[in-house]
């Protein structure tokens, strides 16, 4: 049965989402995206700030989400499902801060859709690469990319792994496009 | 029945972007917005440029969308839809390029959903105001704002209509704002 | 003697901006702009943030800068005179935080240059009207409207004088240029 | 005597600006940036479009600049000699479209400074690394990161090189940041 959803998961820095540009640019078919960047883009500004009950950057990196957050991240991914029930593609650009815990919540959004096919990608980055990225992006607060490397793996079970330490964005976003046109 | 969803319909360059932002801060519950710009981002790049099954922005700002545009657009709208009854408050901001047709969309993602409270707003602005403000915005193609200004106001009906032509954005807001709050 | 340099000054949120992209297309000959947005966009990223000679925006909107900005900023207006200088004819978008001693630096900078003919114009706009775009725009920190919306214009002498509260940024735009073409 | 002008070199995509934003946070002392892209940005809308005085990005990814563009970016350079002259430190993230032509362009903005420090920085990418890379923004027209790649070297005579087709940015800027603290 024919991918419908990809999942990549990886930490922040890792390069996720130049392979999601290069992925919708290999598929022939057309794909969406969404991920937790569009996600944070569409709550009130108060909740990407210094609100509680939203998401939190720390001075040194550490990220923590209040309970408003996670019951709105729980209607999206339930909304992001039901497009790809309606029949649209989709690939999902998220960060599992709670490692297996979060792949568990995708689950729980996918329900009993063991008919619905999911490929789930790993996206690594060797923790002092990622750091180093991070510092050459100018944009972030210094520390995610080392503080989220490896946690964001913890447990979770994938279909495919890339590293994109040495290797180029394309040609993680070839492998993961092949993988889909095999099944 | 509190309302739980806000569809904003307007032309290029009406105002409605600024009237969403003030409308997330002056509503005391989290609300996520989504719209005709983040559907766009979430294309494939090549969908967004001369691909005639995407979006295509002609030199005299006329917009045309093909085929997959409109089916992703379809899945799409019944993901935001999902994403309400699974418990979000959600904000839309929409140009209706086919006017009543472009409702008609919406109604029929929203189902038998008469349960479903949506709050329908008129966005409008003065054709040759909303064509100032573009030119201002420096970022559009000239012309979107005049040749939609009345086009995606045809045959629509609204719950209530604010026009930015002479009122600033936080006071449409307000407006709006102050008809969630009655219901 | 034919207009040079233009240079706009306004509190936050007053809609400089804007009126300055206008400018840019109702002149006929081609203006270049810079102005404090993207000089500060040219500094290392640390003086952008917490570094204390850099430029500190506070939680309550206030904006402090530090010796290291300040002898920068003075580098940068001589670098701009001598463009104009040069031929170029340049649009300046700034925020005299220092009102009148602001006013005098850049009259430093042109030197002895009663040659180089400058337009100096005020951006105007309502403290309370300035507050409510601030929070329309949803990506200021709030308060740096109002507290900027007088201040900036404290003992500073204009050729014209703007007022964006009621007007829209073309017309502002129109404004400007007729006194340009009139010289 | 201390550097205090480095003018880096390399075609689209080739990753100059990651380099930037790494030798700001790698130097000590305060650098100023800017380069082509911020040129580009201050000019009137109408020349980064169809205006054939301005710049314009054929579909295969070739660009070409009219002599409006030429006069101003003359000019401009000027401007930031003097700038150095008065204290800055600057980078220069450039593309030298006309490859030893456009660094004859620099040394007439530099003058009989002999006196002047420069850094000249070669960077290199590989123009099918580059071509991947360019791909993997989404941002950039397809075709030119290939075209520039070997283009803008040619005759260019450079104090360092670099290559980014398997360093890291962070990587290339420690060893130019080496290169000016040796001075």
């Avoid at 995206?33 to 700030?49: H, K, N, Q, Y």
Wanted: proline share 3%.
């Amino acid at each position: 049965m024919a991918i419908q959803m990809i999942i990549l998961n990886g930490g922040s820095s890792s390069g996720k989402s130049r392979i999601v540009r290069c992925l919708q640019a290999e598929l022939p078919d057309p794909w969406l995206t969404f991920g937790c960047d569009s996600f944070v883009d569409s709550l009130p500004a108060r909740m990407r700030e210094a609100d509680d009950d939203g998401i939190v950057i720390a001075a040194d990196g550490g990220v923590s989400v209040g309970e408003d957050f996670l019951a709105l991240e729980a209607a999206w991914r339930e909304g992001i499902v039901a497009m790809v029930r309606a029949g649209a593609r989709v690939v999902i650009d998220d960060v599992f801060l709670g490692g297996a815990a979060s792949q568990q919540r995708w689950r729980k959004a996918l329900g009993e859709a063991a008919d619905l096919p999911v490929l789930w990608v790993g996206v690594r980055c060797d923790s002092a690469v990622a750091a180093d990225r991070e510092a050459a992006r100018g944009d972030r607060v210094p520390g995610m990319a080392a503080a989220q490397a490896d946690v964001v793996h913890e447990g979770v079970v994938y279909d495919l792994e890339v590293d994109t330490s040495h290797t180029e964005s394309v040609a993680c976003a070839r492998a993961i496009a092949a993988h889909v046109h095999r099944r």
